[in-house]
């Protein structure tokens, strides 16, 4: 079975740091690239972060560049963010999802087919 | 960045209606356009991709329209099942923005 499972979350204090991950089974991490995304409480889906199928290439939403890393381990199948100088604003669910794609040639399509159970970070103290 | 802007961002409809929802891109993303559902306490579920593929498992019920900037999800007839949140998201470039969502309830 395909499965994305995340863990680490937790409560943490406001400018503190928190590593999640994000374990996938059932199918190969390295032919994917792979996304966070976060859901605050009663709020909408934000995009976290992304990562190119072999890590080479990263990219982060505004509200967390340059304190949010995301790395990946393709040998142990887990996908990574590291979280420093955690805000309030950073409380939400967090989402990690393998981005397929579709098409031919140079016209491929990538959406997100599978996301995990998402793992629960509280920011506060 | 690419802004989506998804509307209404909630409407009410009943068993067996038609429901349209809207997604526009700040700039052209030409059909590189996804849906997805959400219902509560879960995970994000893709319906379509690419604008107006549906995924495989999704009942035809849904559809999906629109390229450039302008799109639309349309479910034909309303199931029990289909109260939720439904989401846009573009995949034209990263970041992959999400519109703000729109909420289906039970009129």
């Known amino acids: 079975e395909v499965q994305l499972v995340e863990s680490g979350g937790g409560l943490v204090q406001p400018g503190g740091s928190l590593r999640l991950s994000c374990a996938a089974s059932?199918?190969?991490?390295?032919?994917?690239?792979m996304y966070w995304v976060r859901q605050a409480p009663g709020k909408g889906l934000e995009y976290v972060s992304g990562?190119?199928?072999?890590?080479?290439?990263?990219n982060y939403g505004n509200s967390v560049k340059g304190r949010f890393t995301v790395s990946r381990d393709n040998s142990k199948n887990t996908l990574y963010l590291q979280m420093g100088s955690l805000r309030a604003e950073d409380m939400a669910v967090y989402y990690c999802?393998?981005?397929?794609?579709?098409?031919?040639?140079?016209?491929?399509?990538?959406?997100?087919?599978?996301w995990g159970k998402g793992t629960t970070v509280t920011v506060s103290s | 960045d690419i802004q989506m802007t998804q509307s209404p961002s909630s409407l009410s409809a009943s068993v067996g209606d038609r429901v349209t929802i809207t997604c526009r891109a700040s700039?052209?993303?030409?059909?590189?356009l996804n849906w997805y559902q959400q219902k509560p306490g879960k995970a994000p579920k893709l319906l379509i991709y690419?604008?107006?593929s549906l995924q495989g498992g999704v009942p035809s019920r849904f559809s999906g329209s629109g390229s450039g900037t302008d799109f639309t999800l349309t479910i034909s007839s309303l199931q029990p099942e289909d109260f939720a949140t439904y989401y846009c998201?573009?995949?034209?470039?990263?970041?992959?923005?999400f519109g703000q969502g729109t909420k289906v309830e039970v009129k």
């Open positions: 998201q573009q995949s034209y470039n990263t970041p992959r923005a």
């Open positions: 059932g199918f190969t991490l390295s032919s994917y690239a």
């Open positions: 700039q052209s993303i030409s059909s590189y």
């Open positions: 990562i190119s199928s072999n890590g080479g290439s990263t």
């Open positions: 999802a393998r981005e397929a794609y579709s098409g031919s040639f140079d016209d491929y399509y990538y959406y997100m087919d599978v």
């Open positions: 690419a604008a107006s």
